[in-house]
């Protein structure tokens, strides 16, 4: 099985990210990760990584959005759920979300089921920064992608430092990898805004990986499910939750 990660961009100019892991025999590993730019890019970046054994594809942009303004339902739960983290409030609509939406779509048409107890190959909906939260125990998501380069540079460090430390030790285990290695030894001192970006997709498309990952080696029952398959949902690990 693959577990394919899109950090995808909600805007048909905006750069995406892409991740893929694979499971071994002691937990999962990071075979690779591509920047991504256009429409044709991401959906042929799914089609060349999917494999032949199946795959779950984790995306971390809105997929199913039928409600022409304000929010979906699992927006307002997620800040019921998560608001006291300061986690990012979204106005997720057919309007400002058409992009991811359109992908979505044509996702499905490619065979992913959008249910994720389907069998077989599916995508699923997940967000990064209450992952976060869930995953490293933070009191608030770290903040990239926005505000002054310094601090982005700072953010990323330590967001490539949990994945990097904590994740080999959680279930399941993230093992050592070329790929991950490249991600983790990358110079940010060197980069610009660009490559700073760049860098910061790819972060969260390996998170969204391990999403995919969490759910199929975990189970459904370890994980947190926020809304319905008819207005739209997001799936988050819950480590613990089979026990509670």
Known sequence: ????????????????????MEATDEGVRLVSTAHLRAHEDVLGWVARNRGRSGAILSVN????????????PVDVDLEHHFGRYFVDEYQVNTVNASHPRTIGRALMRMGFEPDPQA?????????TQPTQILL??????????????GGRKD?????????YGKLPFS???????????????????GMNG??????EEKLDAVM????????????????????????????LPAPGAEES
Request: contains cysteine; aromatic residues 6%.
């Open 1 to 20: 099985m693959r577990y394919l990660g899109l950090d995808l961009a909600w805007a048909p100019r905006g750069t995406s990210a892409g991740a893929v």
């Open 61 to 72: 942009a809105p997929l199913i959005v039928e409600n022409t303004g304000g929010r979906r």
């Open 119 to 127: 069998e077989g190959d599916r995508v699923i909906e997940t967000a």
């Open 136 to 149: 490293f125990g933070l009191e608030r998501p770290l903040r990239i992608k926005s505000g002054p380069i």
């Open 155 to 163: 953010a990323a460090n330590r967001y490539r430092e949990l994945i």
């Open 171 to 189: 279930e399941p285990p993230l093992e050592d990898s070329d790929a991950l290695e490249a991600l983790h030894e990358a110079d940010l001192g």
């Open 194 to 199: 660009t490559r700073l970006g760049e860098l």
């Open 208 to 235: 969204c990986a391990y999403v995919a990952a969490f759910l199929d080696l975990m189970g459904p029952e370890s994980c947190a499910f926020l809304g319905d398959l008819h207005t739209g949902y997001v799936l």
